[in-house]
C-alpha cells in the first residue's frame, strides 16, 4: 500500500514537472527585420589591432572562419579581399559609425559589409598552457550608413599538467576559434530558406 | 599618466600644461580631447588635423602629447579538475601614448604597454612597471617638438 502510495506521488510529480516545463516553453522569435532583410555580408579582411608585438596569425584562414560561421547561421556571405577605398581605419571611426569611413567599406557594389578586428592573441605556459583571444566585429548597412549589428568575442584555451605544456603551440589557433564563436553568438541564426 | 609622463620626458622636451596655455591654444586642446584615444594610437582624422592646423598657428613649436587607458575586466583564471582544462584571465590594460606635431601634424614619437591578465590598479607595481616602459625610449632630439 505505502509503495503504491510512493509511486502514485512520483508520477505526480514527474506530471507536474512536466507540465511545468511545457508551460515555460516560449515560442521563438522571428529573427529581427534587419538581419533577415540582408540579402549578401561582405566580410572584409581581418584588421590586425593588436598592440605590442604580434605573434604570426593567418588573417585569411581567420576570414574564412568568420565566413563559414556566418554560413552555418544561414547568412548569404563572401569573404572580400580589400578592406577600403582609402585611410586608415580606427575602432572610433566604427563605434561612431562615421558615414565618411562606413561608405568607404568595402567595394562600391556591396551593401551590408562586416569588418572584424582582431585585437589580441597570446599564448603562455603555466600549470599547462592556456591560449587567450579577443576578436571584435562590425555589420554596416551602407545603404543608410547603419550600424546593423556588434559584438565583442573572447575565447579561451588551455590544458593543465605536462601533456597541456606541449600542446602551447594549438592553444592560438583554439583561442581564435573560441573567439570567433563567441563574437558571432549574438548574431541572430536565420531560417534554413527565406 | 600625467605624472608618468612628465617623469619619463624628463628634460627632453618642455612640457606646458593646458591651464598655462593661452587661451586659443587651450581651445583647441579640449577640442583635441575628444579625439584623445585616437590621437593616442597615432591615428588622425580630419577633424584632428584641422584642429592641430590651427594650434600651429598659435605656434609652430607645439606637439600634442594624447594619452588613453583602455582597461577590461574579464573573467579570472580557471581549472576545471575533472577535464583538467585550464584558462588565463581575459582581463588587460592597454597604455598607449603618441606625440604629434602641430605643424606636420605627423607622429613624432608613439608608445604602447599591454598588461596581459590584469585589470591594473594605480597603485600596482605592473601599472608602475608598464607607464616607465612606455616612455622608456621617448626621443624627439632634432624634432620639431616643444
Redesign the interface.
Known amino acids: 500500500m505505502k509503495l503504491s502510495m510512493k509511486l502514485g506521488l512520483l508520477v505526480g510529480m514527474l506530471s507536474i514537472g512536466l507540465v511545468n516545463c511545457a508551460a515555460k516553453k516560449i515560442p521563438k522569435a522571428p529573427p529581427d527585420p534587419k538581419f533577415t532583410s540582408i540579402q549578401k555580408i561582405s566580410v572584409l579582411p581581418i584588421l590586425d589591432a593588436r598592440p605590442g608585438s604580434k605573434a604570426k596569425v593567418n588573417l585569411r584562414s581567420l576570414q574564412s572562419s568568420v565566413v563559414n560561421t556566418l554560413k552555418r547561421k544561414h547568412y548569404p556571405v563572401g569573404a572580400e579581399e580589400a578592406t577600403s577605398s582609402g585611410g586608415q581605419i580606427d575602432v572610433d571611426d566604427l563605434e561612431s559609425a562615421d558615414p565618411g569611413v562606413v561608405k568607404k567599406l568595402g567595394p562600391d557594389a556591396d551593401r551590408w559589409v562586416m569588418i572584424v578586428m582582431l585585437n589580441d592573441v597570446h599564448s603562455k605556459i603555466t600549470f599547462g598552457s592556456t591560449g587567450n583571444a579577443e576578436m571584435s566585429g562590425y555589420l554596416f548597412d551602407k545603404a543608410d550608413g547603419s550600424l546593423v549589428w556588434k559584438g565583442k568575442g573572447t575565447g579561451t584555451a588551455g590544458q593543465g599538467g605536462l601533456l597541456g605544456m606541449t600542446m602551447k603551440g594549438m592553444m592560438n589557433s583554439a583561442a581564435l576559434e573560441s573567439a570567433v564563436a563567441a563574437l558571432l553568438s549574438t548574431m541572430p541564426n536565420l531560417p534554413k530558406s527565406r | 599618466m600625467l605624472d608618468a609622463a612628465r617623469t619619463g620626458i624628463g628634460i627632453k622636451a618642455s612640457i606646458v600644461d593646458l591651464e598655462k596655455l593661452d587661451p586659443a591654444a587651450d581651445e583647441v586642446c579640449r577640442n583635441l580631447n575628444t ?1 584623445a ?2 590621437l593616442s ?1 597615432g ?1 588622425l ?1 580630419d577633424d584632428a588635423s584641422k584642429l592641430l592646423a590651427s594650434l600651429s598657428e598659435i605656434d609652430l613649436q607645439y606637439a600634442v602629447l594624447a594619452q588613453s587607458i583602455r582597461v577590461e575586466a ?1 573573467v579570472g583564471a580557471t ?1 576545471n579538475p575533472n577535464t ?5 584571465s ?1 582581463a ?1 590594460t ?1 597604455l ?1 601614448t603618441a606625440l604629434i606635431s602641430a605643424k606636420t601634424g605627423k607622429v613624432i614619437w608613439k608608445s ?3 598588461i ?2 590584469k585589470a591594473a590598479r594605480p597603485a600596482d607595481n605592473s601599472m608602475g612597471k608598464a607607464l616607465a616602459a612606455l616612455f622608456k625610449d621617448f626621443n624627439v632630439e632634432g624634432r620639431e617638438a616643444k
Open positions: 579625439l584615444s585616437r594610437r591615428n582624422n574579464g581549472w583538467g582544462g585550464i584558462s588565463s581575459t588587460s592597454l598607449q604602447e604597454q599591454l596581459r591578465y
